[in-house]
């Protein structure tokens, strides 16, 4: 008996219903959207076109216009008693076959060959026990060839697969471009986007590198995580396991855990049991030991794939030896990092995973072969790159799968909005990834096709494309500020600048990706009170078309405009510099001193920078905005201003001027910051101090220098004085005055 559930070779990807088709570089005029859902083996009928399988299906209105029919197609949720096979876990020498059964089958098996006509290969498959009457099964098949197709038939039983084909990983020394396909976020069945988007980039994938099998164009499908809404078994049949019959027979999956995983489902036995493998997966020896994280190598690319909803040492100090190992092998020649949390957001800005930005991505990026991270969890797609380190990030979360309320992110419908630096595209719309890595140029190059969204139709259109190469680092030349021709000079070196200002650079540089403006209080820069990124597109909410709105359209990339709010009058020290298209950073500029005059800023400034515990730290602040709610928050150092991590303290203000009193009792280094929202906007600089830091205060310049290691103990933590003024506590430079 052969098992019908979930299969649809015969099927998959259907012809476009158009009287002339187009080239997929001239994507369709879409003049109309209708969307449709049914359910499966029900077809419906539209403008004379009968559709059953989930696709967007285009009718040509005889202008050069285009219907666009989005048919959603919803499973009828009767579980199979054999499921077709998917596939993960690949490598140029093995695979492993996977399925669900309702039964426990003994002796069940999988049937391979190099020929359709000849599984002469077997191989027998174990079976967990998921849940009742739900059975994972699992045979590996292992002495492939590399870079080799393969086919298979699961037999079970008195059930019988139909044949599917696979192809085997390349060798990681070979040369040939390595592409994957990237998609996340299918929680939930309402709506077919992560069909559509599956099937869109088979036909991209045709129309770049011609006719052929999904897996003849991309090894792999990566997974960001939420495969499922609510962490259930039927879900995992039904929603990861039903949208994934697309290409799962064929294409191997590998995926991350999650936060919808864990719903129902805390300790995430039901994820761990379909993935317990992914703890056996070992790289250089290294194996995590858990299905949660794991690093995996296929090609030229090692993938590090970590949990953001169980952070842990343990997982950091695993990402650590597994970069170290991969630094000095060879045959990695990129690194991709994928975890479901982001790390930057610019819709529900503060959702997103400190840990990973603060602990994990410098342990990534310190091997220069880390060339990506990517992301999920917000349903859209967002595209920037780390300041610090030539490094994209990507969020690809466009297949969720509904228009529910808080699922669907759309401009205009969402709180917590804020323009990030580190972002350079938020564009709210169904996406996925075509990765290819081509070790001959040592270049990664992305690119991001679009469907639209709930209120918007595109025809598979190239949203996005950007590259890192490794081997050419196109460091710019080093910037210098232009100040005499344009402002005043006082005393010594200083220059006047009157706000609002333009301040631009000696010499106009074409081509650049960004540029960075800093200012300090300081001329070594390690009290940084503004700090801007100048992009050459800023991709940031939608025009009234609901198309992506370039809020730096024809702003020069080196020029700064600093407006009369953006920092306090003050004494201050100002440098730049340049990035290229390959995310390289010139050096900066030589530090200018100013003297910033006409400031509408909101500031705050502290009696003190250094109090007993128990003492009163007075906190006198100006241009607060009145009657919205501003308020001033005191955290702790490692603090991170949001909802879940509460401030130590905090008062709102009462008029645009004035002073409040804080006790603070906690030994500790801490700062304090003004918010103008009711929310966790800062619109001040942060402003450090320490509690308890007396012996600080009453050590000598002199006794400095007679004694250049003074080191002690304050609160139980090392400070070092590391010169005039500077300290080091708590691993965090700071300054006494």
């Given at each position: 008996?052969?098992t019908?559930?979930?299969h649809?070779?015969?099927?998959?990807?259907?012809l476009?219903?158009?009287?002339?088709p187009?080239s997929?570089?001239?994507?369709?005029?879409?003049?109309a959207?209708?969307?449709?859902?049914?359910?499966e083996?029900?077809?419906?009928t539209?403008?004379?076109?009968?559709?059953?399988e989930?696709?967007?299906?285009y009718?040509?209105?005889?202008?050069?216009?285009?219907?666009?029919?989005?048919?959603t197609?919803?499973?009828?949720?009767?579980?199979?008693?054999?499921?077709?096979?998917y596939?993960n876990?690949p490598?140029?020498?093995?695979?492993?076959?996977?399925?669900k059964?309702?039964?426990?089958?003994?002796?069940?098996?999988?049937?391979?060959?190099?020929?359709?006509d000849?599984?002469?290969?077997?191989?027998?498959?174990?079976t967990?026990l998921v849940?009742?009457?739900?059975?994972w099964?699992?045979?590996?098949?292992?002495?492939?060839e590399?870079?080799?197709?393969?086919y298979?038939?699961?037999i079970?039983?008195?059930?019988?697969?139909?044949?599917y084909r696979?192809?085997?990983?390349?060798?990681?020394?070979?040369?040939?471009?390595?592409?994957?396909?990237?998609?996340?976020?299918?929680?939930?069945?309402?709506?077919?986007d992560?069909?559509?988007?599956?099937?869109?980039?088979?036909?991209?994938?045709d129309?770049?590198?011609g006719e052929a099998?999904?897996?003849?164009?991309?090894?792999?499908?990566?997974?960001?995580?939420?495969?499922?809404?609510s962490?259930?078994v039927?879900?995992?049949?039904?929603?990861?396991?039903y949208?994934?019959?697309?290409?799962?027979?064929?294409?191997?999956?590998?995926?991350?855990?999650?936060?919808?995983?864990?719903?129902?489902?805390?300790?995430?036995?039901?994820y761990?049991r379909?993935?317990?493998?992914?703890?056996d997966?070992?790289y250089?020896g290294?194996?995590?030991?858990?299905?949660?994280?794991?690093?995996?190598q296929?090609?030229?690319?090692?993938?590090?794939?970590?949990?953001?909803?169980?952070?842990s040492?343990?997982?950091?100090?695993w990402?650590?030896?597994?970069?170290?190992?991969?630094?000095?092998?060879?045959?990695v020649?990129?690194?991709v990092?994928?975890q479901?949390?982001?790390?930057?957001?610019?819709?529900?800005?503060?959702?997103?995973?400190?840990?990973?930005?603060?602990?994990?991505?410098?342990i990534?990026?310190?091997?220069?072969?880390?060339?990506?991270?990517c992301?999920?969890?917000?349903?859209?797609?967002?595209?920037?790159?780390?300041?610090?380190?030539?490094?994209?990030?990507?969020i690809?979360?466009g297949?969720?799968?509904?228009?529910?309320?808080?699922?669907?992110?759309?401009?205009?419908?969402t709180?917590d909005?804020?323009?990030?630096?580190?972002?350079?595209k938020?564009?709210?719309?169904?996406?996925?990834?075509?990765?290819?890595f081509?070790?001959?140029?040592?270049?990664?190059?992305?690119?991001?096709?679009?469907?639209?969204n709930?209120r918007?139709?595109?025809?598979n259109?190239?949203?996005?494309?950007?590259?890192?190469?490794?081997?050419?680092?196109?460091?710019?030349?080093?910037?210098?500020?232009?100040?005499?021709?344009?402002?005043?000079r006082?005393?010594?070196s200083?220059?006047?600048?009157p706000?609002?200002?333009?301040?631009?650079?000696?010499?106009?540089?074409?081509?650049?990706?960004?540029?960075?403006?800093?200012?300090?209080?300081?001329?070594?820069?390690?009290d940084?009170i503004?700090?801007?990124?100048?992009?050459?597109?800023?991709f940031?909410?939608?025009?009234?078309?609901?198309?992506?709105?370039?809020?730096?359209?024809?702003?020069?990339?080196?020029?700064l405009?600093?407006a009369?709010?953006?920092?306090?009058?003050?004494?201050y020290f100002?440098?730049?510099?340049?990035?290229?298209?390959?995310?390289?950073?010139?050096?900066y500029?030589?530090p200018?001193?100013?003297?910033?005059?006409g400031?509408?800023?909101?500031?705050?400034?502290?009696?003190t920078?250094?109090?007993?515990?128990g003492?009163?730290?007075?906190?006198?602040?100006?241009n607060?905005?009145?009657?919205?709610?501003?308020?001033?928050?005191?955290?702790?150092?490692?603090?991170?201003?949001g909802n879940?991590?509460?401030?130590?303290?905090?008062?709102y203000?009462?008029?645009?001027?004035?002073?409040?009193?804080?006790?603070?009792?906690?030994?500790?280094s801490?700062?304090?910051?003004?918010?103008g929202d009711?929310?966790?906007?800062?619109i001040?600089?942060?402003?450090?101090?320490?509690?308890?830091?007396?012996?600080?205060?009453a050590?000598?310049?002199?006794?400095?220098?007679?004694?250049?290691?003074?080191?002690?103990?304050?609160?139980?933590?090392?400070v070092?004085?590391?010169?005039?003024?500077?300290?080091?506590y708590?691993?965090?430079?700071i300054?006494?005055?």
């Open positions: 008996m052969k019908r559930v979930l649809i070779a015969s099927v998959l990807f259907p476009i219903f158009v009287a002339a187009l997929s570089q001239e994507p369709r005029q879409i003049s959207i209708r969307d449709i859902t049914t359910t083996g029900e077809p419906r539209a403008y004379g076109v009968t559709m059953s989930p696709d967007i299906y009718i040509d209105n005889g202008d050069n216009t285009f219907k666009a029919m989005r048919l197609v919803k499973p009828v949720e009767t579980p199979a008693a054999m499921t077709a096979p596939l876990e490598t140029a020498h093995s695979i492993q076959v996977c399925w059964s309702n039964a426990l089958v003994e002796g069940a098996i999988v049937r391979y060959g190099t020929a359709i000849q599984l002469s290969r077997q191989a027998t498959a174990s967990r849940a009742t009457n739900y059975y099964n699992t045979a590996r098949l292992e002495g492939l590399a870079n080799m197709v393969y298979y038939q699961v079970a039983g008195d059930r019988t697969s139909e044949v696979f192809r085997t990983q390349p060798e990681a020394d070979s040369m040939e471009p390595f592409r994957i396909l990237m998609v996340g976020d299918h929680q939930r069945n309402e709506r077919s992560y069909e559509w988007l599956l099937r869109m980039a088979k036909r991209t994938l129309a770049k590198y099998p999904l897996e003849e164009h991309v090894r792999l499908l990566m997974n960001v995580g939420d495969q499922v809404d962490g259930s039927r879900q995992y049949e039904f929603t990861h396991l949208k994934s019959r697309e290409v799962m027979s064929h294409l191997p999956i590998m995926t991350c855990v999650g936060n919808h995983e864990l719903f129902k489902d805390q300790q995430l036995e039901l761990k379909h993935y317990a493998s992914y703890g997966i070992a250089q290294i194996t995590s030991g858990t299905a949660l994280y794991y690093a995996y296929a090609g030229p690319v090692l993938f590090i794939v970590m949990n953001t909803d169980g952070t040492n343990a997982q950091k100090q990402v650590q030896r597994v970069v170290t190992a991969a630094d000095s092998d060879p045959s020649r990129f690194i990092s994928v479901h949390r982001p790390m930057f957001a610019e819709q529900w800005a503060g959702d997103t995973n400190p840990w990973m930005t603060d602990e994990v991505i410098p990534l990026s310190s091997s220069k072969k880390h060339v990506i991270n992301a999920g969890h917000h349903h859209l797609y967002a595209r920037g790159q780390l300041s610090q380190w030539p490094v994209y990030h990507i690809t979360g297949g969720v799968g509904t228009s529910a309320q808080d699922y669907e992110q759309l401009w205009g419908n709180p909005n804020r323009n990030r630096d580190e972002v350079q938020t564009i709210d719309q169904w996406t996925y990834q075509i990765m290819e081509d070790p001959s140029s040592a270049t990664m190059t992305v690119e991001t096709y679009s469907i639209g709930r918007l139709a595109l025809d259109v190239l949203i996005d494309r950007f590259s890192r190469c490794l081997a050419q680092p196109d460091i710019p030349a080093t910037p210098a500020l232009d100040f005499a021709s344009r402002f005043t006082e005393e010594s200083t220059f006047i600048v706000l609002p200002a333009t301040i631009k650079q000696q010499t106009a540089v074409e081509g650049l990706h960004s540029s960075q403006y800093q200012i300090a209080r300081d001329s070594e820069f390690s940084i503004f700090s801007r990124i100048l992009l050459f597109e800023d940031y909410d939608v025009d009234n078309k609901y198309l992506p709105k370039n809020v730096r359209e024809g702003l020069p990339v080196t020029t405009e600093l009369a709010s953006d920092l306090p009058s003050g004494t100002i440098r730049c510099r340049n990035r290229s298209m390959n995310l390289e950073w010139s050096e500029s030589a200018q001193a100013i003297r910033v005059t400031s509408t800023a909101p500031s705050i400034s502290l009696s920078t250094n109090l007993q515990p003492g009163t730290l007075m906190v006198s602040y100006e607060a905005p009145v009657g919205k709610n501003a308020w001033v928050g005191i955290y702790k150092d490692s603090q991170h201003p879940s991590d509460p401030s130590y303290a905090w008062q203000t009462s008029a645009a001027n004035g002073t409040l009193q804080f006790t603070i009792s906690d030994a500790g801490y700062f304090a910051v003004l918010f009711n929310g966790y906007t800062e001040s600089p942060r402003f450090p101090f320490v509690v308890g830091a007396d012996r600080i205060k050590m000598h310049d002199e006794q400095w220098e007679m004694n250049n290691t003074a080191i002690f103990n304050l609160a139980g933590q090392r070092e004085k590391m010169n005039k003024g500077i300290y080091i708590n691993d965090r430079k300054i006494i005055k």
